[in-house]
């Protein structure tokens, strides 16, 4: 192979995307206004690696869920050690509060993170193999108004990114005390419409019954309507601790729906689940789902202490968010010779000390060039220095809206640029 066809063949891996310059204000924008929310109900950030031993996904994720079975990034490294690209975000905050200890620290137990995910499946407009996602966990917290609590950050989450058509999905997936009664009834009923299930569905009734209610086939979805509904047989903690969600929720003035076939895509989740909706993705409209996970810190051998959050994937929550761009002034510096490029770079050392944005080109172009590149990049103001302005001390600003321009000395070029024309 050629070395122009060596450089032809390289391209980004199908199922992830470059986030380009262009772009990445959003997703700083973003980050900057969940985190300022997140903040306010006293979270903090956490980051973990991007890799764990599959072990903790694997016990965390359930063995029998789509992730560990179909969609893990798995490999073996050169210690021999079995590892996996995180495909989701709760078991490697969990692994940390047991590792560090940090359920016997003062702070309460509650983060939030941003970062990549890995899971193979098919790409699809907006669905990628490396996706990204917002998570927030607390731990320790029982009562069912933190779960309302969190329903009320997530709505508000949306509302400041200007999601719009916001719908509230709400229901209890009980407990391991009275699933395990449901799921027998569920079996049942399933496995005589096995027939007309899918295969995986059919795989399902054996493995995980409640997943049943995921299916994304049409002919599944209209036979689950006939399964029976786990709400009919929570037992009496699940069905106080839902009652008490549903009352804080209703305390908080946020409408919502009970939906008794919503269930998670994971495993471990108990009790609590609720999903965010919007209109304005059309048919695929889930932008936002969470719940509780009671069991997950001491099946990995922590503290017996109970957790829920919610996560939410960034490329799809961008796809409807409403964001405008802040738009901040900055400086194109434009310099003729040898003399004025030195100059201008010591003026624009001291402009970015002083909090401007300064950009120079070390490119041969005449100042009329400079110009027109200044326009083309959206320059606010263009600072222009020559011979004469070398020998002078001043420099002449022109305003790029107006037109207007100034001859100003050196000196005092950082006051005229406070002073608006």
């Keep these: 192979m050629s ?24 997703w700083q924008k973003l980050e900057e206004i969940a985190g300022n929310l997140f903040e306010r109900y006293g979270y903090r950030q956490i980051r973990t690696p991007v890799f764990e031993a599959t072990e903790l996904f694997e016990k965390g994720t359930g063995e029998t869920s789509d992730i560990v079975t179909k969609e893990m990034y798995s490999f073996r490294d050169k210690g021999g050690r079995d590892i996996t690209l995180r495909p989701e975000y709760t078991p490697s905050v969990v692994r940390s509060i047991i590792e560090h200890r940090l359920h016997l620290r003062t702070p309460p137990l509650r983060f939030y993170y941003f970062g990549p995910m890995f899971r193979y499946d098919k790409p699809q407009k907006g669905r990628y193999r490396q996706f990204h996602q ?33 719908h509230i999905l709400v ?33 399902k009734i054996d493995t995980n019954p409640l997943r049943l209610f995921d299916c994304k086939e049409e002919s599944c979805r209209k036979i689950s309507e006939g399964f029976p509904l786990i709400t009919d047989h929570l037992c009496q903690e699940c069905r106080d601790h839902f009652l008490a969600f549903c009352a804080y929720l209703d305390e908080l003035s946020i409408s919502y729906l009970v939906e008794s076939r919503l ?49 939410v994937g960034i490329e ?9 761009e802040n738009k901040r002034e900055w400086l194109y510096i434009a310099t003729l010779g040898a003399e004025a490029r030195i100059m201008g770079m010591k003026l624009a050392r001291e402009l970015r000390a002083e909090g401007w944005e300064c950009l120079i080109e070390y490119r041969e172009r005449s100042l009329n060039k400079q110009l027109g590149r200044a326009h083309k990049l959206g320059a606010g103001r263009v600072v222009l220095i020559g011979d004469e302005e070398v020998r002078s001390g001043r420099v002449q600003l022109k305003n790029m809206s107006s037109g207007q321009q100034t001859d100003v000395s050196v000196l005092g070029l950082a006051e005229a640029l406070n002073v608006s024309d």
């Design 134 to 166: 917002i998570d927030v966990e607390v731990f320790n917290e029982k009562d069912a108004a933190i779960d309302a609590e969190l329903v009320e950050m997530a709505q508000q989450l949306l509302i400041r990114l200007g999601v719009k058509d916001i």
């Design 316 to 324: 799809r929550l961008l796809s409807a968010a409403s964001l405008e």
């Design 171 to 203: 229901n209890s997936v009980g407990c391991t005390a009275c699933r395990p009664s449901y799921h027998q009834h569920l079996r049942k009923s399933a496995d005589q419409a096995r027939e007309n299930l899918c295969k995986d569905c059919r795989r």
């Design 3 to 26: 070395e122009s066809e060596r450089k032809k063949s390289i391209q980004s891996i199908k199922g992830t995307k470059d986030i380009l310059p262009d772009e990445v204000w959003m």
């Design 263 to 311: 269930v998670r895509g994971l495993d471990y989740y108990t009790k609590t689940t609720f999903e965010f909706t919007s209109g304005a993705l059309g048919a695929q409209d889930a932008i936002l789902g969470g719940g509780r996970y009671d069991d997950m810190m001491k099946q990995f051998g922590g503290p017996d202490i109970c957790g829920t959050g919610f996560a």
